[in-house]
Nanobody, 111 residues
Framework: HVQLVESGGGSVQAGGSLRLSCVAS????????MGWFRQIPDKEREAVAG???????SYADSVKGRFTISQDSAKNILYLQMRSLKPGDTAIYYC??????WGQGTQVTVS
């Protein structure tokens, strides 16, 4: 049984930084593609950043140069370092493991 638990969300002013964490249990990360998605009310969930099993990363154009995805495979933790935050980054952020597993989400609010 895979469980993903996000943390690190909160409220910050524009230009600030946050680091999101996603702790995975029940399986070992690094074998799968993992990612961060975000969603605002009445909008579809959108991909923010992804990391493949070979370590290669990808980012949405809107966050390139500001967000960094990384993982600590030894600790089974996925991170999303977010800098230069904008009000448009306000959303619930979810981590994913493969195509089927999702965390419960953590709220990020930028004012």
């Amino acid at each position: 049984h895979v469980q993903l638990v996000e943390s690190g969300g909160g409220s910050v002013q524009a230009g600030g930084s946050l680091r999101l964490s996603c702790v995975a249990s029940g399986d070992t990360i690094g074998r799968y593609c993992m990612g961060w998605f975000r969603q605002i009310p009445d909008k579809e969930r959108e991909a923010v950043a992804g990391i493949e099993s070979d370590g290669s990363t990808s980012y949405a154009d809107s966050v390139k140069g500001r967000f960094t995805i990384s993982q600590d495979s030894a600790k089974n933790i996925l991170y999303l370092q977010m800098r230069s935050l904008k009000p448009g980054d306000t959303a619930i952020y979810y981590c994913s493991l493969g195509p089927n597993y999702w965390g419960q989400g953590t709220q990020v609010t930028v004012s």
